[in-house]
C-alpha cells in the first residue's frame, strides 16, 4: 500500500475499535467511509490482499444470503474468507471489511473474498477488483427513486460484464429473462443455474412482476410456467430466444421459502466452478445457519421472532407464501421510508396483502405505518397499529402465547432498528 493508504487504513481501524470500544456500533461502513476519504482508490490495493479470488454477489433479493452461503461452503473447504458480514454492500462497506478483518496496520491476507454488492455499486466495483466470479441472481423493483426500473440496471451491469476478462466467470440465473441475457457475447466464462421443477409452477402469473419482454427483440414473453414473479421457464415466440438450460439445477436448501432454493443454487453453483467438490458443498449448505435478518431467530418474553426482511413486492409476496407454509399466527409488518429503504412506498400496492390468512393476528408499524395501515384495510385485513418499533413488538407480543413464534416483516432500516432493540446493538 501507499503511505496514503496506510495512513487511511490505520484511520479506519481507530474508527472501528472506537465504536467497538464504546459499544455504539459495529463498524460496517464508517471505517471504510474514513478510508475512502483518505485514499479513493484504496480498494484496489487492498483486494491484492487476496490470494485465490473475489467474488462479487448482486442481485435484488437473496445477495446476503447466497454471499454468506458461499463463505460457509469456502470455509468449510479449510480456506480464509473476508466477507461483509454486516450486509454493509457499498464501497465504503467492502473498504471496511478489510480493515475489520485485518490488523491494526494492515489488511489480513486471505484465500477468498466473498461480497454482497448493491445493484449500482457492482459496475463501480468492477472498475476496482477484476473477480473470478461474479453471481448475479435477480431483479426486481426495488427503490425506483434511487434505482430506476430493472432494466437500468440490467444495462448497467451489461456494459460492466462484458469487461471481464476470460479468467472470470458469470453465474446467472437462469430463470429471470433480464438476468440470463446478461450471459450473451462475455468474454467471461459463463455459468447458470436454475430450477427444472414443474410441479412447482404457480396459477398463472402474479401481480408484482417485472421482466415480461424479450431483452432481444422486445416483444412479450411467453413462459412454459412460473415459479413465482417473472421467475420460470420463458421463451420469446418471435425470436426463438429461451431460457438457457442450467448447468445446475439441483443443490440442498436449508432454509424455508422457494426462493432460498434459488440462493442455495446459486452458492452451490458457484463453489464447484471454483473448484470445491460437490461433497464438501453439500455439507456446508446442509449445516447453513441464517443470514443477518435473513430469517434469524430471536427470543424475548419466552416467545420465539423470526425476521424475514421485506423489502419489495416479490421479496414480501414470498415471505407471505413462506410464513403461511410455516403456520404463522402472528406477524408484525414494518414499512420505513428512510435513504436504504427507498422513499417512494408505493410499491406496497403491489403486494398481495389480501393473500394473508384471516386468522393471523396482524400488527402494523414503521415510519409509514398508516400508509400501510390504509393497504391492509383496502385488503380488507384486521390489524393493530403502533408507529415505534418497540410498542409495536410489545403490541404483537402481547397477543402470543409462550413458545409460539412472531414472524416479522420489515423493511430494510426497521429491520435494523428491531435488531438494535432485540441485541442492543446498531450497525453504524
Excluded at 466467470?169 to 459463463?190: C, E, F, M, R, W
Excluded at 447458470?192 to 422486445?218: M, P, Q, V, W
Aim: aromatic share 10%.
Amino acid at each position: 500500500m501507499t503511505p496514503r493508504d496506510s495512513l487511511a487504513y490505520f484511520s479506519g481501524k481507530a474508527v472501528h475499535k472506537t465504536g467497538k470500544y464504546l459499544k455504539i456500533g459495529y463498524g460496517g461502513t464508517w471505517p471504510g467511509e474514513i478510508a475512502l476519504k483518505i485514499s479513493p482508490g484504496i480498494l484496489k490495493r487492498l483486494s491484492k490482499s487476496v490470494g485465490i479470488g473475489t467474488v462479487l454477489v448482486a442481485g435484488t433479493n437473496g445477495k446476503t444470503t447466497t454471499s454468506l452461503m458461499l463463505k460457509s461452503i469456502l470455509q468449510r473447504n479449510g480456506n480464509t474468507v473476508i466477507h461483509n458480514s454486516s450486509g454493509a454492500n457499498l464501497i465504503n462497506g467492502v473498504v471496511s471489511s478489510f480493515i475489520i478483518n485485518g490488523s491494526f496496520f494492515k489488511p489480513k491476507p486471505s484465500d477468498y473474498a466473498v461480497f454482497e454488492t448493491d445493484e449500482n455499486t457492482l459496475p463501480v466495483l468492477l472498475k476496482e477488483i477484476t473477480p473470478a466470479a461474479v453471481i448475479c441472481l435477480n431483479l426486481f423493483r426495488d427503490q425506483l427513486d434511487r434505482y430506476g426500473e430493472v432494466d437500468v440496471i440490467a444495462e448497467k451491469w451489461e456494459r460492466a460484464l462484458k469487461l471481464l476478462p476470460g479468467s472470470s466467470s458469470v453465474i446467472l440465473n437462469a430463470d429471470d429473462p433480464q438476468i440470463a441475457y446478461l450471459g450473451t457475447g462475455l468474454k467471461a466464462k459463463t455459468v447458470y443455474f436454475g430450477i427444472n421443477n414443474r410441479k412447482l409452477f404457480i396459477n398463472g402469473i402474479e401481480h408484482a412482476t417485472d421482466s415480461l419482454f424479450c431483452l432481444k427483440c422486445h416483444h412479450r414473453l411467453s413462459f412454459e410456467g412460473v415459479y413465482y414473479s417473472h421467475i420460470g421457464l420463458w421463451y420469446c415466440r418471435f425470436c426463438k430466444l429461451k431460457r438457457p438450460r442450467p448447468d445446475f439445477s439441483t443443490s440442498p436448501s436449508p432454509l424455508p421459502g422457494f426462493y432460498n432454493r434459488y440462493n442455495s443454487l446459486a452458492a452451490f453453483a458457484c463453489a464447484l466452478n471454483l473448484g470445491i467438490k460437490n461433497d464438501t458443498a453439500r455439507q456446508a449448505l446442509s449445516s447453513f445457519a441464517p443470514a443477518f435478518g435473513r430469517q434469524e431467530e430471536f427470543f424475548r418474553e419466552g416467545k420465539k421472532i423470526k425476521i424475514f426482511l421485506s423489502k419489495n413486492p416479490a421479496g414480501f409476496n414470498e415471505s407471505i407464501k413462506t410464513i403461511t407454509g410455516l403456520g404463522a399466527r402472528a406477524i408484525l409488518v414494518m414499512l420505513n421510508d428512510r435513504i436504504p429503504d427507498g422513499r417512494d412506498v408505493s410499491w406496497i400496492w403491489d403486494v398481495d396483502f389480501e393473500k394473508i390468512n384471516p386468522n393471523i393476528d396482524v400488527t402494523v408499524s414503521g415510519d409509514r405505518v398508516f400508509d400501510l395501515a390504509l393497504r391492509l384495510d383496502y385488503a380488507d385485513k384486521k390489524f393493530q397499529y403502533a408507529q415505534k418499533a418497540e410498542d409495536a413488538l410489545k403490541t404483537a407480543l402481547s397477543k402470543m402465547k409462550n413458545k409460539e413464534t412472531l414472524f416479522v416483516l420489515p423493511t430494510y432500516t426497521a429491520m435494523l432498528e428491531l435488531r438494535k432493540i432485540l441485541t442492543g446493538r446498531k450497525i453504524l
